[in-house]
């Protein structure tokens, strides 16, 4: 987009420039000098014009100028330096607008570069000039194309690096030419001065490359303006990075660095320049640069430390002054908790106070009536009786606390005691039962044998006890009618007995059952609500018997899987409860005697 107000002689300029032939048009360019000289430098008029020349690519048109060969272009290189200074005067203190990335990504680049090919030409015809005007003259302009490319570099600061990674660079360095390599040298020197960090940002090859030209400078050349210029350089990378100086003390490349140095001859203009690269190269200074590393460094991690507890101590800021606040109020909770307590503590005292002093005075009103209306031969005797009267309240009361008091105090004795006793009972019961199992599990211990003395004393006991009691005399018929009869009635006993067992067995069974049949009879359903098989449950005479069995089954279970503590309180014969849904039993597949349903 072509900006708005341009002015009239760029207008003029760029119709001519796109009229004219192709040789014509450097020649034409020049007239941009005169534009640009004419115009107060820093002026808003001056930005004014660079962004027109640019919008008409007018810049562009000079560097395709500078691409060409120089023998085809009218003027020679006294034309081509010109517009080297033209373009480097437009291209500063510019503003591109919208075209900025192009500017400043392509175009830029671009004519440094150029400038630095430009710079290898005029070396090379420099070289192979015969006539000492002629070297003049290549000189001069060499000069010229090198004050445009620091004016350019020193408008913009990031095209140094694109000028120190660049061979057209270096191979203008590593020239044997005193006049070119002091230019060089020089243009590298006012580079460094005016931002030596782009140094430390190329490759090292590259960097290694050009300490290893400026040091063959230093002690190879005779020339003292080259050395001169070497010794200021390499001071100056020196002295703004530690890690140049480390390298050229550390590094075996240049291992005999300062014994050289220190032969060189001590008249010389550039002597105290010398002296302080020799004093920066000494072990001494090296350890000084050394120390000033680490304290930097210390410093720093001292910053880093400093600054992440400071963030530390800020993050924390807002939980510690929330807990303060919730300290504080709870400890101002606290205080107005306890005024008002010691303010209700204040009344109810006040109130007691009042209350006693209204029952000591309606006591004593109460006293007064009674003395008025008591006989004066009574006085004495009713004030006696209420003596006694109050000695016993107070006695009652006093008695009372003290028994509860003592009470107080012999609780946890007397809950021991009942728990000692309840343990006891328990343990007792329990020894008693291990003792009956085994007393009824014991083996018999068989008869002990007797000696001969305990013999003689158990025959002395028979006869003595039978001389006491001597026996009737018994025939032997007798005796044998004795024995007879008590055989019979032993019989008849025991005959009885077992009919008696069996009657008591019959009985059992019956109540059982009729237990059993009531139990059912009482859960049965009424006749509306009776399915098809409640009926066959009253057929069978052994599904009661059944449910019996399967009661005391379940019963005994329970009592044989119960733990040992559950059982400290029992008797031998206390029932235990089964519950209702561990009896329910299907017997429908059961079937013990009794006669099969139809």
């Known amino acids: ?66 691409t060409q060969d120089c023998s085809r272009i009218q003027g020679g290189w ?9 373009l480097s005067h437009c291209c500063v203190g510019l503003e591109p607008g919208e075209d900025a990335e192009e500017f400043y990504n392509e175009l830029l680049p671009s004519a440094v570069e150029n400038f630095l090919v430009l710079g290898r030409r005029l070396q090379t015809c420099f070289i192979n000039a015969a006539k000492g005007e002629e070297k003049d003259a290549l000189l001069h302009f ?33 020239t044997d030419n005193v006049q070119i390599g002091s230019t060089v040298m020089t243009v590298l020197q006012n580079i460094l001065q005016i931002n030596s960090g782009d140094l430390l940002r190329i490759e090292g090859k590259i960097l290694h490359s050009i300490l290893d030209e400026v040091v063959y400078k230093l002690l190879s050349t005779p020339s003292p303006v080259i050395r001169g210029t070497a010794t200021k350089l390499l001071l100056l990378m020196a002295e703004s990075h530690q ?93 107005l908790m306890k005024l008002s307590r010691q303010k209700e503590e204040e009344d109810r005292r006040l109130q007691l106070q009042i209350q006693r002093q209204r029952a000591m005075r309606l006591s004593r009103e109460i006293r007064l009536n009674m003395l008025e209306i008591v006989h004066p031969g009574q006085v004495e005797k009713h004030n006696r009786e209420i003596e006694e009267k109050s000695a016993l309240i107070i006695q009652k009361h ?24 309840i343990l006891q009972r328990a343990t007792l019961k329990f020894l008693a039962k291990c003792r009956k199992k085994k007393k009824q599990f014991a083996p018999w211990p068989g008869l002990r044998e007797l000696t001969d003395a305990r ?23 007798t005796s044998r009618e004795l024995h007879s009869q008590a055989q019979e009635r032993l019989q008849h006993y025991f005959l009885g007995r077992a009919l008696e ?98």
């Open 1 to 66: 987009m072509k900006p708005t107000g341009t002015d009239p002689r760029i207008l003029s300029l760029a119709a001519e420039v796109a009229k004219s032939p192709e040789q014509n048009v450097p020649v034409i360019l020049l007239k941009l000098k005169e534009i640009i000289n004419n115009t107060p430098l820093g002026s808003s008029e001056l930005k004014k014009i660079k962004q027109d020349i640019y919008c008409y690519d007018l810049i562009q048109y000079c560097l395709l100028v500078l």
């Open 398 to 421: 006093w008695k009372g606390y003290r028994e509860r008091k003592n009470f107080r105090q012999q609780r946890p004795s007397l809950t021991e005691y009942k728990a000692a006793v």
């Open 243 to 335: 890690e140049i100086l480390i390298l050229l003390r550390l590094s075996a490349c240049y291992k005999g660095l300062r014994s050289l140095l220190n032969k060189q001859e001590p008249g010389t203009e550039f002597s105290q320049e010398l002296r302080q690269l020799i004093g920066l190269l000494s072990p001494k200074a090296y350890q000084e640069v050394e120390d000033q590393k680490q304290h930097k460094a210390a410093c720093l991690i001292q910053a880093y430390w400093k600054g992440f507890q400071t963030r530390k101590r800020l993050k924390k800021l807002p939980s510690a002054v929330i807990t303060l606040q919730r300290s504080f109020r709870s400890k101002r909770t606290k205080m």
């Open 501 to 598: 067992e069996r009657s008591q067995q019959h009985r059992e069974a019956l109540m059982a059952q009729i237990n059993t049949n009531i139990e059912q009879l009482m859960k049965a359903p009424s006749l509306k609500e009776a399915e098809g098989k409640d009926p066959d449950l009253f057929l069978s005479r052994s599904r009661p018997v059944a449910a019996k069995a399967k009661q005391a089954h379940l019963t005994t279970l329970k009592h044989i899987q119960a733990p040992w503590w559950k059982k400290l309180g029992e008797e031998a014969g206390d029932d235990i409860d089964v519950p209702k849904d561990e009896l329910s039993i299907e017997l429908g597949t059961l079937f013990i005697g009794g006669t099969k349903p139809p």
């Open 142 to 174: 060499f000069e010229v194309v090198t004050d445009s490319l620091f004016w350019l570099l020193g408008g913009h600061v990031q095209l140094i690096q694109n000028v120190l990674k660049s061979d057209h660079f270096l191979r203008l360095l590593q």
């Open 78 to 86: 006294t034309t081509v330096s010109q517009l080297t200074q033209i």
């Open 455 to 477: 013999r003689i004393e158990l025959k002395q006991q028979v006869d003595d006890y039978i001389r006491r009691h001597p026996g009737s005399q018994i025939s032997d018929v």
